[in-house]
């Protein structure tokens, strides 16, 4: 089995804020895959599913951003699970909008969820890091963070959120670099 993780904030206020694409991510993979109802454990939302052949387990943290950790954690132990087993899905500041890219271990670069993960279970997981480019200072950070994709964004939102779904089972194979490079023609081919 595999946990997939998304990082967000829970409730409806922050739905289309850029800080929860990665709950935006496994909603879609958890559509298009046909995923089971959502039930909660583990302080957060999780729905059972296969993609491919690989069984995955889709867990949304109900804690805040900065406590995500402790869900990821109680999904992992209770599954008797390493971090090899786990992907997150995140938001990431140092890459274009829209560009998705897949990193093993790491440092979290001040991203609170992932800092949250690594105090709880180390940094060797596996990333999927979401592009949301960076507003320009550092003062404008949380702002663009925290602030809803614009309506000239969605589009684009749709097309990699899609891209990412269909091209989901190439992370059940371990085979990341292929994923990067088909979820990328995908978005090429939608342009």
């Known amino acids: 089995m595999q946990i997939w993780t998304g990082l967000g904030n829970p409730g409806p206020k922050y739905a ?27 302080s957060g939302w999780v729905q059972e599913g296969r993609v491919g052949s690989a069984k995955v387990l889709l867990l949304k943290p109900a804690t805040f951003m900065n406590e995500s950790g402790r869900s990821v954690g109680e999904a992992l132990r209770f599954y008797k699970l390493d971090t090899d087993a786990l992907t997150v899905f995140h938001d990431e500041l140092d890459l274009a909008p829209f560009k998705v890219k897949v990193k093993q271990g790491g440092g979290h670069a001040g991203h609170n969820g992932l800092r949250s993960i690594d105090q709880h279970l180390g940094s060797e997981f596996r990333r999927i890091r979401i592009g949301i480019g960076h507003p320009g200072h550092k003062d404008r950070v949380n702002g663009h963070v925290l602030s809803n994709y614009a309506k000239a964004e969605m589009d684009d939102l749709a097309e990699m959120l899609a891209a990412i779904g269909v091209e989901a089972h190439w992370l059940a194979e371990n085979d990341a670099p292929r994923f990067m490079s088909d979820v990328a023609l995908r978005q090429q081919d939608a342009a």
Do not use: S, T, W, Y
């Open 16 to 42: 289309l804020h850029r800080h929860n694409v990665g709950f935006m991510a496994c909603d879609v993979i958890a559509e298009m895959h046909d995923f089971g109802p959502v039930q909660k454990k583990f």
